[in-house]
Every structure is written in structure tokens, then in C-alpha cells.
């Protein structure tokens, strides 16, 4: 059975770069038929794409987060992770990691449980 | 703002039907399939429906999917007490090059 698990800091300050890792288990991350993205859910709000990642390494951003987000893979961990530089408060969110079946279109059949991170001095 | 627009809430006694809807544009329901993902309280998004009207292993028939132009549609029939939840949709959007969500549905069992 698949599983996505995220790790990292639970709390950032401001102007600083949140770091996360996603640790897949149970499959390759290296398969040719998925891609990996990263979603998060401000508290109490709505879902928001973050980006997703090939395991050759061909990314898709969010445009509104672009200049502020790299996605990466390390096929040799089967590990992806984000990262997400000069956050604000406004970046407080559960981060989701998770997989999407065939390209950046498809749906996510599997997410991870998600992990909340908090942008606070 | 959403891109993807859907109702913030919707309700039904139990045994009913409820539908949910999701508004869109050209360049993302209109050009591209409907997703839909059930976020039960505390836990991580499920997928519900995929390709507009296909649903996974495991999910119940009492879900289903429509699409027609650049709109989409959750229907629950036979409405559960567990089936409170919120109800998210979502598209690729060919201009944005990025999935686009809806800004969720709280659907309460009454």
C-alpha cells in the first residue's frame, strides 16, 4: 500500500525558507507513470495547488507562487520535497504531499496526512 | 477568490438527494476533466470522482459526477450522516498551468 509521509519544521519565522520532505513508501517514485505535488490548506480555508514534479525533474508551479517555490526529487531516497522561501503569516498551512497518477492534470489518488506549519516569530 | 466557483454550503436529511455545483471557464472545466475530493474533518482530502464521472475503488455509488460545458456537478443520493463533509472541485486550468480548486462545499447532514 502507498503512503506519503511529510516532514519538517512544524514552525518558520518570517522572511525565512520553509523546508518539507515528502518520504514515499511502499512504490517508486521513480515510476514513469506518476507525478508528485505539493497542495496546502490554510487554516480553516480552502485548498491551494502548490506544484507537482516528474522524477526526471520537470516541475509546474503555482504562477502566484512561483518566484517563491522550488520542487525537487531525490529518486535515491524516493524522496520530493518543497521548498518555499520569504513566507509570511500568510503561508501558515497544513502542506499536503501527494501523487498523481499519469501527468500534471490527473487527479491525486494518494495524499499524505498532511503537516502544519506555522510562519511566527 | 477561487477560480473554480462553488456554493460555501449545502444541507439534506438523511435518505435525500443533494447536489453540489462547480462553475468554471473555458480554460479549465470547459477544456479538461472535473475532479472531486471528500475532506472529512481532520483528515487529508479523498478522491471521490475522477475523469468527470468515474469513481475509485471503494467509493459508493450513492457519489457521482457530472459535466456539461464549463460547469460540473457532485450528486449524493441517499444522504448519510457520514457524508458530512467538505466537498471539493477541481480542474487543470490550460491559461494558469495549474490545478485550480474550488473554494469547497460544508455539506451538513441534518
Known amino acids: 500500500q502507498l503512503q506519503l509521509q511529510e516532514s519538517g519544521p512544524g514552525l518558520v519565522k518570517p522572511s525565512e525558507t520553509l523546508s518539507l520532505t515528502c518520504t514515499v513508501s511502499?512504490?517508486?517514485?521513480?515510476?514513469?507513470?506518476?507525478?508528485w505535488g505539493w497542495i496546502r490548506q490554510p487554516p480553516g480555508k480552502g485548498l491551494e495547488w502548490i506544484g507537482s514534479i516528474y522524477y526526471s525533474g520537470s516541475t509546474y508551479y503555482n504562477p502566484s507562487l512561483k518566484s517563491r517555490v522550488t520542487i525537487s526529487v531525490d529518486t535515491s531516497k524516493n524522496q520530493f520535497s518543497l521548498k518555499l522561501s520569504s513566507v509570511t503569516a500568510a503561508d501558515t498551512a497544513v502542506y499536503y504531499c501527494?501523487?498523481?497518477?499519469?501527468?500534471?492534470?490527473?487527479?491525486?489518488?494518494?495524499w499524505g496526512q498532511g503537516t502544519l506549519v506555522t510562519v511566527s516569530s | 477568490q477561487s477560480v473554480l466557483t462553488q456554493p460555501p454550503s449545502a444541507s439534506g436529511t438523511p435518505g435525500q438527494r443533494v447536489t453540489i455545483s462547480c462553475s468554471g471557464s473555458s480554460s479549465n472545466i470547459g477544456s479538461n476533466y472535473v475532479y472531486w475530493y471528500q475532506q472529512l474533518p481532520g483528515t487529508a482530502p479523498k478522491l471521490l470522482i475522477y475523469?468527470?464521472?468515474q469513481r475509485p475503488s471503494g467509493v459508493p455509488d450513492r457519489f457521482s459526477g457530472s459535466k456539461s460545458g464549463t460547469s460540473a456537478s457532485l450528486a449524493i443520493s441517499g444522504l448519510r450522516s457520514e457524508d458530512e463533509a467538505d466537498y471539493y472541485c477541481a480542474a487543470w486550468d490550460d491559461s494558469l498551468s495549474v490545478v485550480v480548486f474550488g473554494g469547497g462545499t460544508k455539506l451538513t447532514v441534518l
Open positions: 511502499g512504490g517508486s517514485i521513480s515510476s514513469s507513470s506518476y507525478y
Open positions: 501527494a501523487r498523481l497518477p499519469g501527468d500534471p492534470a490527473s487527479e491525486i489518488d494518494y
Open positions: 475523469r468527470n464521472n
